[in-house]
T-cell receptor, first 109, second 115 residues
Framework: RKEVEQDPGPFNVPEGATVAFNCTYS??????FFWYRQDCRKEPKLLMSVYSSGNEDGRFTAQLNRASQYISLLIRDSKLSDSATYLC??????????FGSGTRLLVRP | DTGVSQNPRHKITKRGQNVTFRCDPI?????LYWYRQTLGQGPEFLTY????????KSRLLSDRFSAERPKGSFSTLEIQRTEQGDSAMYLC?????????????FGNGTRLTVT
């Protein structure tokens, strides 16, 4: 079993839709959690950290469920420019990030 | 631009040759990481440094791979006797290193093609 698992998608949604991605992790000692966005052939860019109480940044909301060991990302009012791969990342006890394989999002006009 | 800088951006080499990549982290960051990414996969951890100390190496990192960070600033990743399976994007990242809440910031990567 992979340490961090994501549905690869693609999620194909119309502009304006709300879409949610989940990510599960296996190591209960994981410390910190992040979502990254990666465009084709580019480096991952930090989208947001995920806090225990949940957090929001504009159209993006991240939540953490430690009991069930998953994190989620909700995107409201999808834009064409949101089309990308979204990577879930979990920091382990030795301060390295373990990434999922990513979920691909396609927003269509 | 004060982000993480990597060079070269692209490297094409013949199988069996040695290659070296360089990473310059964000200046105040004391942790530096190397990752490898292939198509359709997330970044895969290779190794990381806290200042000049190499704290962890992935067991995926064969003896042909070596990384250094001699003065705790820039880092190099060398691959000896390259194989076609080494073809990938090599990503460097850095972080402030304040406990477990410091996200990693990535450079734009070095794309290696081994022919």
């Amino acid at each position: 079993r992979k340490e961090v698992e994501q549905d690869p998608g693609p999620f194909n949604v119309p502009e304006g839709a709300t879409v949610a991605f989940n990510c599960t992790y296996s190591n209960s000692a994981s410390q910190s959690f992040f979502w990254y966005r990666q465009d084709c052939r580019k480096e991952p860019k930090l989208l947001m950290s995920v806090y225990s109480s949940g957090n929001e940044d504009g159209r993006f909301t991240a939540q953490l469920n430690r009991a069930s060991q998953y994190i989620s990302l909700l995107i409201r009012d999808s834009k064409l420019s949101d089309s990308a791969t979204y990577l879930c990342a979990v920091m382990d006890s030795s301060y390295k990030l373990i990434f999922g394989s990513g979920t691909r999002l396609l927003v269509r006009p | 631009d004060t982000g993480v800088s990597q060079n070269p951006r692209h490297k094409i080499t013949k199988r069996g040759q040695n290659v070296t990549f360089r990473c310059d982290p964000i200046s105040e960051h004391n942790r530096l990481y190397w990752y490898r990414q292939t198509l359709g996969q997330g970044p895969e951890f290779l190794t990381y440094f806290q200042n000049e100390a190499q704290l962890e190496k992935s067991r995926l990192l064969s003896d042909r791979f070596s990384a250094e960070r001699p003065k705790g600033s820039f880092s190099t990743l060398e691959i000896q006797r390259t194989e076609q399976g080494d073809s990938a994007m090599y990503l460097c990242a850095s972080s402030l290193g304040q406990g477990g809440n410091s996200p990693l910031h990535f450079g734009n990567g070095t794309r290696l093609t081994v022919t």
